[in-house]
């Protein structure tokens, strides 16, 4: 049978994707993508764990044959002579993936595992329930499934979690001395070292400490900061988000960085998270400076570039760290 027979329609859109963004995308297109993935958690899940498997099998060299370009062809001529054989292969693993995430565990049973990313990757993790977890730069997750409970342990970073339901066997993500308890929901989870963050983008959450009376819910389209060390904790007061939010937010779940009149201080240190070459600002006079964009996340180099093309910025480069200041007129 054909990779095609057997890969659904939203593997196919995922994949359509994945060529045009190699290829390059618009604004347009970026903001049309953003918004596919927004639409439906089942979008985001498909479009990670193929570009996981396309990275990989991107990296193979091509198999040349009778009609084939010769290898004197430039590079972005060869290369898509033969993405859609890396397509069909990164399908045809996809396939294998998704059916095993779609395989429900049977009520009753125990499952642990422990998950983590280094500065700069990310990871999918498909658990045995049909939940997904998605983890993002420098983070550490654990999983404990009890008969009666299914509990993941945000230990470091942030991660995005597509909940199966299950109304018998509550999902509940502890950070810090937070829970988010829930029973089949799509939200989002950032560990700081001030705060718990939560964004919702379907159904509701509950938010409570450990053991403790719930502090209040958190809808789809809502978000809540939830400060640390504060006694007692304090109740949930959640702020409604726009679409651009949202997109901000989550943005890395594409591996990019969305900004929208956003202080350099704080994009300086969002490009910090995802690299081990760092951005400093060494002129103070910088970092309420408001720019916008997308970005690669592991991309810093574009970023800087545009500051020094356009915004009177100069770039002192070091083996470990670039250097931000104003020129000297």
Same mark, same amino acid.
């Given at each position: ?14 994949? =359509? ?6 290829? %390059? ?28 498997? /396309? ?7 091509? #198999?040349? =044959?009778?009609? &084939? ?5 430039? *590079?972005? &001529?060869?290369?898509?002579?033969? /993405?859609?054989?890396?397509? *069909?292969?990164? *399908?045809?693993?996809?396939? @294998?993936?998704?059916? #095993? ?6 009520? %009753? ?8 990313? !280094? @500065? ?24 404990? +499934? ?10 470091? %970073? ?12 509550? +999902? ?6 937070i829970d988010v308890r829930v029973v089949g929901t799509v939200f989002n989870v950032r560990l700081r070292p001030e705060s718990v963050d939560v964004l919702v983008t379907e159904g509701k959450v509950r938010v409570a400490p450990p053991g403790n009376p719930d502090l209040g819910s958190v809808s789809a389209g809502q978000r809540v900061s939830i400060a640390l060390g504060s006694e007692p904790a304090p109740e949930v007061a959640p702020v409604s #988000?726009?679409? @651009? ?13 969305? +900004?929208?009149?956003?202080? $350099?201080? =704080?994009?300086?240190? !969002? ?11 060494? =002129?103070?006079? $910088?970092?309420?400076?408001? +720019?916008? %964009? ?36």
């Amino acid at each position: 049978m054909s990779a095609d027979a057997e890969y659904d329609p939203t593997e196919q859109r995922a994949a =359509d994707w994945l060529v045009r963004r190699d290829r %390059g995308l618009s604004p347009a297109q970026e903001g049309e993508l953003t918004r596919w993935l927004a639409a439906d958690a089942r979008h985001a899940a498909a479009f990670n764990a193929l570009a996981e498997t /396309w990275h990989l099998v991107a990296d193979l060299p091509p #198999v040349l =044959d009778s009609n &084939t370009r010769s290898p004197s062809a430039s *590079a972005s &001529t060869r290369r898509t002579s033969w /993405w859609p054989a890396v397509l *069909a292969t990164a *399908a045809a693993l996809a396939i @294998v993936a998704f059916g #095993v995430r779609d395989r429900f565990e049977p009520q %009753g049973t125990s499952y642990a595992a422990a998950a983590s990313t !280094e @500065v700069g990757t990310w990871r999918n993790l498909s658990l045995p329930d049909g939940s997904v977890i998605q983890l993002n730069t420098d983070s550490v997750v654990d999983v404990n +499934f009890e008969p009666t409970l299914r509990r993941v342990r945000l230990v470091k %970073g942030e991660a995005h979690f597509s909940v199966a339901k299950d109304p018998s066997r509550p +999902f509940v993500v502890s950070a810090a001395a937070i829970d988010v308890r829930v029973v089949g929901t799509v939200f989002n989870v950032r560990l700081r070292p001030e705060s718990v963050d939560v964004l919702v983008t379907e159904g509701k959450v509950r938010v409570a400490p450990p053991g403790n009376p719930d502090l209040g819910s958190v809808s789809a389209g809502q978000r809540v900061s939830i400060a640390l060390g504060s006694e007692p904790a304090p109740e949930v007061a959640p702020v409604s #988000v726009d679409a @651009v939010e949202i997109r901000q937010t989550l943005a890395w779940t594409t591996r990019r960085l969305d +900004f929208d009149g956003t202080t $350099l201080q =704080d994009i300086v240190a !969002e490009f910090n998270r995802y690299n081990r070459h760092k951005l400093i600002l060494a =002129d103070p006079r $910088l970092k309420d400076r408001r +720019f916008g %964009g997308s970005f690669p996340a592991s991309d810093h180099g574009t970023f800087v570039r545009m500051l020094e093309d356009n915004f009177g910025v100069e770039a002192e480069s070091r083996p470990d760290e670039t250097r931000l200041r104003l020129k000297q007129r």
